[in-house]
Nanobody, 124 residues
C-alpha cells in the first residue's frame, strides 16, 4: 500500500521560509517521479514543482521559480520542498504526489498517488 505523508507546514510571516517533507512508503521510491502541488481555498489544485527519479531534472511553476527548490533523498524515500521568500499568495494546502513516468508530471490528473496534504499559511 502506497503511503505519502507530508510534514513541515505551518504559519510563517511573509519573507520567511519553510521546508516541506514527504515520506514515501510502499513503492520503489527511486523509480517514481515526485511532484508538489498546492490548493488554495476556492481554487483548483495547482502544480508547484516536480523532480525526476534521480533528481537531475526539475520543473517549477513560474510563480515559485527562484524561491522554491525541490529535492529528493532516494536512500531515505523522501522528497523535499524548500520554500524561501514566502508570500501571502503561497498560502495553500500543499500535497506531494507520485507517478511512474515523467511525461505529464506537471498535471495533477496524471498522478496516481497522493498524500493528505500539509497547510502552509503566510501572513502579510
Amino acid at each position: 500500500q502506497v503511503q505519502l505523508v507530508e510534514s513541515g507546514g505551518g504559519l510563517v510571516q511573509a519573507g520567511g521560509s519553510l521546508r516541506l517533507s514527504c515520506a514515501a512508503s510502499g513503492l520503489p521510491f527511486n523509480n517514481y517521479v515526485m511532484g508538489w502541488f498546492r490548493q488554495a481555498p476556492g481554487k483548483e489544485r495547482e502544480f508547484v514543482a516536480t523532480i525526476n527519479w534521480s533528481g537531475s531534472v526539475t520543473y517549477y511553476v513560474d510563480s515559485v521559480k527562484g524561491r522554491f527548490t525541490i529535492s529528493r533523498d532516494n536512500a531515505g524515500n523522501t522528497v523535499y520542498l524548500q520554500m524561501n521568500s514566502l508570500e501571502p499568495e503561497d498560502t495553500a494546502v500543499y500535497y506531494c504526489a507520485a507517478k511512474r513516468t515523467f511525461l505529464g508530471s506537471q498535471s495533477a490528473g496524471r498522478y496516481d498517488n497522493w498524500g493528505q496534504g500539509t497547510q502552509v499559511t503566510v501572513s502579510s
